[in-house]
């Protein structure tokens, strides 16, 4: 990928080229990850995918021989199977996601995960017994029950549901062009 440049610079506070992340999409328009810049722009040059949605400040990256949009969101040309995953895995992101970074007993900003039965208590590592929590309240909580504090949950915690959760949890920063393709995937 050398002496690929791009035309302008990334001022419109889009993430730096680097962390630059791209949607990548089956021939159905299923979502299925999302990919550095440089990996989507590899696989839109060898003729692998297709650019669905451009950059929104219109960037383009110039070669000697070529020019291409900086993708946003790409489709493969070729179908790929994927397996079948019942479960999302428990991740602090994903599960900071879920709570879209709130606290689950007081309604701040969360920095921490914690667990609503504590596992000194016999509290599973699992979505159902996870939050997400801001240090003050999982300071407070310690190692004690909900009932014991006299506290309640805002929301009950489930494990979240779907293919888009697995992409989502891994990328903080996505970019609202995806969200038309993160619904359920086409038939």
Same mark, same amino acid.
């Given at each position: 990928?050398?002496?690929?440049?791009?035309?302008?610079?990334?001022?419109?506070?889009?993430?730096?080229?680097?962390?630059?992340?791209?949607?990548?999409?089956?021939?159905?328009?299923?979502?299925?990850?999302?990919?550095?810049?440089?990996?989507?722009?590899?696989?839109?040059?060898?003729?692998?995918?297709?650019?669905?949605?451009?950059?929104?400040?219109?960037?383009?990256? %110039?070669?000697?021989? =070529?020019?291409? @949009?900086?993708?946003?969101?790409? #489709? /493969?040309?070729?179908?790929?199977?994927? +397996?079948?995953?019942?479960?999302?895995?428990?991740?602090?992101?994903?599960?900071?996601?879920?709570?879209?970074?709130?606290?689950?007993?007081?309604?701040?900003?969360?920095?921490?995960?914690?667990?609503?039965?504590?596992?000194?208590?016999?509290?599973?590592?699992?979505?159902?017994?996870?939050?997400?929590?801001?240090?003050?309240?999982? %300071?407070?909580?310690? =190692?004690?029950? @909900?009932?014991?504090?006299?506290? #309640? /949950?805002?929301?009950?915690?489930?494990? +979240?549901?779907?293919?888009?959760?697995?992409?989502?949890?891994?990328?903080?920063?996505?970019?609202?062009?995806?969200?038309?393709?993160?619904?359920?995937?086409?038939?």
């Amino acid at each position: 990928m050398a002496g690929i440049v791009a035309d302008k610079a990334t001022a419109s506070g889009a993430p730096a080229w680097g962390r630059r992340r791209v949607l990548l999409l089956n021939t159905t328009f299923e979502p299925l990850t999302a990919l550095p810049l440089r990996r989507a722009i590899v696989l839109v040059v060898c003729g692998k995918a297709e650019v669905v949605h451009g950059d929104p400040a219109g960037l383009v990256l %110039h070669s000697a021989t =070529d020019s291409i @949009l900086v993708p946003s969101v790409i #489709r /493969l040309s070729t179908y790929v199977r994927v +397996p079948y995953r019942a479960r999302v895995p428990l991740t602090r992101a994903g599960l900071m996601h879920r709570d879209r970074y709130r606290c689950a007993y007081c309604g701040g900003r969360a920095e921490t995960i914690d667990h609503v039965v504590p596992r000194s208590r016999g509290g599973a590592h699992s979505w159902e017994n996870c939050v997400a929590s801001c240090a003050r309240c999982n %300071h407070r909580k310690a =190692d004690k029950l @909900l009932a014991e504090l006299g506290w #309640r /949950l805002r929301v009950l915690p489930t494990a +979240p549901r779907g293919p888009h959760w697995r992409l989502l949890a891994g990328v903080p920063d996505a970019d609202p062009l995806w969200l038309p393709y993160l619904g359920e995937p086409a038939a």
